[in-house]
Each structure stands twice: as structure tokens, then as C-alpha cells.
């Protein structure tokens, strides 16, 4: 897997909030395809429809992935795949343009030390 330096502009940002029993298969999904690291924090969520359910039967984790614009669909596309279940509250998927990086160790603020991996097909 190669590894290239990539300006700002060409990132996005994905954020996808699954359920926690289907993290595992998203997980290796993403490993397969060349995601090289991502964010994951567990989470409880309700969506605001006509329905009801008790928060410990939707448990979901949110995971972040920052990657080029070539791979985003591929990321996109992969999540989808291994969590949905197609039932109510499988979650969301969001991409967003990623408009700055800052390093915090050094303070730079131009992404040129943010690297993302080539990704595979």
C-alpha cells in the first residue's frame, strides 16, 4: 500500500454511525480495502421516529475516516455494505469536505502532514 502526501483540498472526512455488533465486519472491510486508521467511539443513539425503543437495544459506534477523494466511495460503499441489516436504525453515513488540518504537535496548518492510503479496488 502506498502512502502519498496529499493537499487539503483533495480529503474528505467520513463518519458513520453503525451498530456496535456490526463494527467488526465494517472494521475489516475498511482494513481490506487499504484504510490504514480510523477514529471509533461507542455511542448510544434514538432516532426521533414514530417508534420507540429502549437506548440499550440501539447501541452504535461512530467511526471516523479521513481519505482522498478517489477512495471515498469505496469507503462509503464498503461501510454500507457490511452494516446494514436493512432494519430500522442501522445508522447514518456523513462526508464532509475537510477544509483544514492542523498539527498540533508542530502547529502547522496546510495538511502537509497528513498522509492518507492509496486504497485498493
Not at 490504514?36 to 452504535?60: D, K, Q
Not at 466511495?73 to 456523513?94: F, H, Y
Request: include cysteine; aromatic fraction near 4%; charge should be neutral.
Amino acid at each position: 500500500m502506498s502512502m502519498g502526501k496529499l493537499s487539503v483540498s483533495h480529503l474528505k472526512k467520513v463518519e458513520a454511525e453503525v451498530r456496535k455488533e456490526r463494527f467488526p465486519d465494517v472494521d475489516l472491510a475498511l482494513k481490506r480495502i487499504g484504510v490504514a486508521g480510523l477514529t471509533f467511539v461507542e455511542e448510544r443513539s434514538a432516532g426521533r421516529g414514530m417508534w420507540s425503543y429502549p437506548l440499550e437495544n440501539i447501541r452504535h459506534v461512530l467511526l471516523t475516516v479521513v481519505v482522498d477523494d478517489v477512495g471515498v466511495r469505496k469507503v462509503v460503499e464498503s461501510i454500507q455494505e457490511c452494516s446494514s441489516t436493512r432494519s430500522w436504525g442501522d445508522g447514518k453515513i456523513v462526508v464532509s469536505a475537510v477544509d483544514d488540518v492542523l498539527d498540533i504537535g508542530s502547529g502547522r496548518l496546510d495538511g502537509s502532514e497528513l498522509t492518507a492510503p492509496t486504497l485498493r479496488n
